[in-house]
């Protein structure tokens, strides 16, 4: 997950495979902390009809630009979760492959959070957190599914996380 910019008062929420509705466990918390949410449902996930020709990350991030140009109109952060945090990270990069080398030309603020089961290896998540050169690492008790699993715990990270503070303490 990550962030453009601190001090904003939107978040744009990416989402994994299953769609939108994945956030409904953190809209409710962010909502109560001031932020404006706003959950874009990608083309071909979810309630969306089926496209024609490939659909790669960067047609997601151009889609993803597009909604924040036309509805949220102005900068917002970006939260991402499985592959709507690549999209989150293609974003501002504006390009079509990842790369860890460039990753470091982003310098906003970034949290990277994962579960301590998470299929995604813990080796992975350093090796982006090395790369970002503003980025945290928080590894909280679960799996890939987290936001789901434990919303209140990964609400409190968020939340903190957003509005700029010190790290949490959780446990």
């Excluded at 959950?39 to 909604?67: C, I, K, N, S, W």
């Excluded at 959070?113 to 290896?121: A, F, N, P, S, W």
């Excluded at 790369?131 to 909280?140: D, G, S, T």
Aim: glycine share 8%; charged share 20%; with cysteine.
């Amino acid at each position: 997950m990550r962030s453009l910019a601190k001090g904003l008062r939107s978040c744009c929420c990416t989402a994994p495979f299953p769609g939108a509705s994945a956030w409904s466990g953190q809209t409710p918390a962010l909502v109560d902390a001031g932020y404006r949410v706003h959950r874009p449902e990608r083309r071909g996930h979810a309630h969306t009809p089926d496209v024609d020709g490939p659909l790669t990350y960067q047609v997601m991030a151009d889609d993803t630009v597009a909604y924040l140009e036309t509805a949220v109109q102005d900068r917002a952060h970006l939260v991402g979760w499985s592959d709507g945090a690549v999209v989150a990270v293609l974003v501002p990069l504006a390009r079509p492959e990842i790369d860890l080398t460039e990753l470091a030309a982003i310098t906003a603020p970034t949290l990277v959070l994962q579960g301590d089961r998470d299929e995604v290896t813990l080796q992975h998540s350093l090796a982006v957190v090395a790369a970002l050169p503003e980025a945290r690492l928080a590894v909280l008790p679960g799996t890939h599914g987290l936001p789901v699993e434990s919303p209140e715990t990964v609400n409190a990270v968020l939340r903190q996380f957003l509005g700029g503070g010190p790290p949490v303490r959780l446990f």
